[in-house]
């Protein structure tokens, strides 16, 4: 590990920087806009970053506060009326996360379809650009954590401000961010400049915006950016100042239920959150290592519990850090580390000058993150390479979280996906209508390996179309399980639907436990190909039909 560590030092501290620079403003804002203190969210960035960083088995994800628990925060301040009382119910959520790492619940992630997470990544990307386009023109009503937000009209936040937006455009910050671009293009696209691995292009749009700026206010210009529309660290007047920033949980409220309610509910949340992250962390890593899941659960605990230990709000692993830390070339835990040390420099050492920062700048880093993450090139991509029982699910779940927020759209698009996959398993009957089989004929049916409840929708469709007076073989020899509703549908069609269609069934292989008796007679010819559905053209023309729920072959009449 040291030297794979050593072997990415200088490509990880660089993203380090790169990563710092967005996080910095994401910390403010979310704090902000969770009713918490601003140095809140500064400290839940660092602890994400040293604690989490260190303790996580992601070599590319990075914690922090999140969007995603901007509302659940605020309300629960609200709720139980003091930032102390909310800071000792994420300490619970952060322990109850420890226990649901040593319980392995982070296998959940293994079932996350991978058109569901790439959806999530395309509707974050798209989120990102539409947040930024305010910032980037100079109208900073929008805080960071307000992605979500609908008001109490039903209007989105997001989708008001930028209505606003067209009436509140400011000259100088549209330089800025113009000025901050053409530094980032030319990074990606300028040959010697992609060769320079030691300086971020990051680092300089957004020296490069300071630099303007404060031309600006020296000439006495009107484009001059106010403070207003600058990050907006806290600057304490002493080292005594500094450490009043720091709360402690108030334990006497642990006996209070609504502490443990809103506990449960971020501990819910934030692991999802997490753990979806993680997902979508691993398909972006070039190298294609694989995080283990229920080791993230147990870091984002103990970050969780830190953190409010000490007066930060709740974090979690986040996709617009994660995603900035692979696309500026981070490769090892140490990019989240020094992001975290960068953070911590800031805010203790040159709070004046991150200060000096114009909100336009950063929001131009972080558009072109947005659009690499939403690229045309990406839907494209999906649509040439997926069935549309990939892509739609993909789409579902792009607008569903653009339109509701992360969880909820994650669920629509399962659901999507959970749907095509139920409606493949019934897709098994226009086989039978494509080959037509007539009167009189032997039909062979050979069941897969396992044959969930899921595939009895196909099963009934095969028995639905099959012609009258013919000759079907239930072939059970291969199966290791067959669900109890299959088993009940076969033993139904058996002693009721074969006697309608006057079919005759021949049940072969099937074990004492599934207490189905075989028939006396026996098939000449068992034909297996590999548990995958075939069509008897396809046996000689090599052509599979979709399906591996069973085999259904076509005998000559014997």
Same mark, same amino acid.
């Given at each position: 590990?040291?030297?794979?560590?050593?072997?990415? #030092?200088?490509?990880?501290?660089?993203?380090?920087?790169?990563?710092?620079?967005?996080?910095?403003?994401?910390?403010?804002?979310?704090?902000?806009?969770?009713?918490?203190?601003?140095?809140?969210?500064?400290?839940?960035?660092?602890?994400?970053?040293?604690?989490?960083?260190?303790?996580?088995?992601?070599?590319?994800?990075?914690?922090?506060?999140?969007?995603?628990?901007?509302?659940?925060?605020?309300?629960?301040?609200?709720? #139980?009326?003091?930032?102390?009382?909310?800071?000792?119910?994420?300490?619970?959520?952060?322990? %109850?996360?420890?226990?649901?790492?040593?319980?392995?619940?982070?296998?959940?992630?293994?079932?996350?379809?991978?058109?569901?997470?790439?959806?999530?990544?395309?509707?974050?990307?798209? +989120?990102?650009?539409?947040?930024?386009?305010?910032?980037?023109?100079?109208?900073?009503?929008?805080?960071?954590?307000?992605?979500?937000?609908?008001?109490?009209?039903?209007?989105?936040?997001? !989708?008001?401000?930028?209505?606003?937006?067209?009436?509140?455009?400011?000259?100088?910050?549209?330089?800025?961010?113009?000025?901050?671009?053409?530094?980032?293009?030319?990074?990606?696209?300028?040959?010697?400049?992609?060769?320079?691995?030691?300086?971020?292009?990051?680092?300089?749009?957004?020296?490069?915006?300071?630099?303007?700026?404060? %031309?600006?206010?020296?000439?006495?210009?009107?484009?001059?950016?106010?403070?207003?529309? #600058?990050?907006?660290?806290?600057?304490?007047?002493?080292?005594?100042?500094?450490?009043?920033?720091?709360?402690?949980?108030?334990?006497?409220?642990?006996?209070?239920?609504?502490?443990?309610?809103?506990?449960?509910?971020?501990?819910?949340?934030?692991?999802?959150?997490?753990?979806?992250?993680?997902?979508?962390?691993?398909?972006?890593?070039?190298?294609?290592?694989?995080?283990?899941?229920?080791?993230?659960?147990?870091?984002?605990?103990?970050?969780?519990?830190?953190?409010?230990?000490?007066?930060?709000?709740?974090?979690?692993?986040?996709?617009?850090?994660?995603?900035?830390?692979?696309?500026?070339?981070?490769?090892?835990?140490?990019?989240?580390?020094?992001?975290?040390?960068?953070?911590?420099?800031?805010?203790?050492?040159?709070?004046?000058? %991150?200060?000096?920062?114009?909100?336009?700048?950063?929001?131009?880093?972080?558009?072109?993150?947005?659009?690499?993450?939403?690229?045309?090139?990406?839907?494209?991509? %999906?649509?040439?390479?997926?069935?549309?029982?990939?892509?739609?699910?993909?789409?579902?779940?792009?607008?569903?979280?653009?339109?509701?927020?992360?969880?909820?759209?994650?669920?629509?698009?399962?659901?999507?996906?959970?749907?095509?996959?139920?409606?493949?398993?019934?897709?098994?009957?226009?086989?039978?209508?494509?080959?037509?089989?007539?009167?009189?004929?032997?039909?062979?049916?050979?069941?897969?390996?396992?044959?969930?409840?899921?595939?009895?929708?196909?099963?009934?469709?095969?028995?639905?179309?099959?012609?009258?007076?013919?000759?079907?073989?239930?072939?059970?020899?291969?199966?290791?399980?067959?669900?109890?509703?299959?088993?009940?549908?076969?033993?139904?069609?058996?002693?009721?639907?074969?006697?309608?269609?006057?079919?005759?069934?021949? #049940?072969?292989? !099937?074990?004492?436990?599934?207490?189905?008796?075989?028939?006396?007679?026996?098939?000449?010819?068992?034909?297996?190909?590999?548990?995958?559905?075939?069509?008897?053209?396809? +046996?000689?023309?090599?052509?599979?039909?979709?399906?591996? +729920?069973?085999?259904?072959?076509?005998?000559?009449?014997?």
């Amino acid at each position: 590990m040291k030297n794979f560590t050593t072997k990415y #030092l200088k490509s990880d501290i660089k993203s380090g920087l790169v990563v710092f620079l967005v996080a910095l403003p994401l910390c403010l804002g979310i704090a902000l806009a969770s009713g918490a203190p601003l140095f809140s969210g500064i400290i839940a960035g660092v602890v994400g970053g040293l604690v989490v960083g260190t303790l996580s088995n992601s070599q590319l994800s990075v914690s922090g506060p999140a969007a995603g628990l901007t509302a659940i925060v605020l309300a629960a301040i609200a709720s #139980l009326g003091s930032f102390e009382a909310f800071l000792l119910a994420g300490l619970l959520a952060g322990a %109850m996360q420890l226990v649901l790492g040593f319980a392995k619940a982070g296998i959940i992630s293994n079932y996350l379809p991978s058109n569901v997470i790439e959806g999530m990544l395309a509707a974050i990307g798209i +989120i990102i650009i539409l947040s930024q386009i305010p910032h980037a023109v100079g109208f900073d009503e929008m805080h960071e954590g307000d992605y979500f937000y609908v008001n109490p009209a039903g209007e989105h936040q997001i !989708f008001t401000t930028l209505a606003d937006t067209v009436n509140f455009i400011h000259p100088g910050a549209v330089i800025v961010v113009l000025a901050s671009l053409a530094i980032l293009i030319a990074f990606m696209k300028v040959p010697f400049l992609k060769k320079i691995k030691s300086i971020p292009g990051a680092l300089l749009a957004v020296l490069a915006g300071i630099a303007i700026n404060e %031309m600006f206010k020296f000439t006495g210009s009107s484009l001059a950016i106010s403070e207003d529309h #600058l990050v907006s660290l806290p600057v304490p007047e002493s080292f005594g100042a500094f450490w009043t920033q720091f709360s402690l949980p108030d334990f006497t409220q642990i006996g209070n239920m609504d502490v443990w309610i809103v506990a449960l509910t971020i501990a819910a949340v934030a692991s999802i959150e997490t753990l979806l992250c993680i997902e979508a962390a691993d398909k972006l890593d070039p190298l294609k290592r694989y995080t283990n899941t229920n080791t993230e659960l147990k870091a984002q605990g103990v970050g969780n519990m830190v953190s409010c230990l000490i007066g930060g709000i709740p974090l979690t692993s986040v996709i617009v850090r994660t995603s900035t830390n692979v696309d500026s070339g981070g490769k090892t835990k140490l990019a989240a580390i020094s992001h975290a040390v960068f953070l911590l420099l800031a805010v203790v050492a040159v709070p004046a000058f %991150m200060n000096k920062i114009p909100l336009a700048s950063l929001a131009a880093v972080l558009l072109v993150i947005g659009f690499k993450l939403a690229s045309p090139s990406k839907f494209a991509h %999906m649509w040439r390479n997926s069935k549309k029982f990939q892509f739609i699910p993909f789409l579902a779940t792009i607008v569903a979280i653009i339109f509701t927020d992360l969880l909820i759209g994650v669920g629509i698009g399962l659901a999507v996906s959970v749907f095509f996959i139920l409606r493949g398993n019934v897709k098994l009957a226009y086989f039978f209508k494509k080959d037509r089989h007539t009167e009189g004929e032997t039909i062979q049916m050979e069941l897969a390996q396992e044959v969930s409840f899921l595939n009895k929708a196909a099963i009934k469709q095969t028995f639905n179309h099959l012609p009258e007076n013919s000759n079907v073989v239930v072939d059970a020899s291969n199966t290791v399980y067959i669900d109890h509703d299959v088993l009940q549908l076969i033993k139904d069609f058996v002693h009721y639907g074969s006697q309608d269609k006057n079919v005759n069934v021949d #049940l072969v292989g !099937f074990r004492k436990e599934y207490r189905i008796e075989n028939s006396d007679s026996h098939v000449r010819s068992i034909v297996s190909v590999n548990g995958d559905f075939v069509s008897p053209k396809s +046996i000689t023309n090599g052509e599979k039909v979709p399906s591996n +729920i069973l085999l259904v072959k076509e005998l000559s009449n014997v």
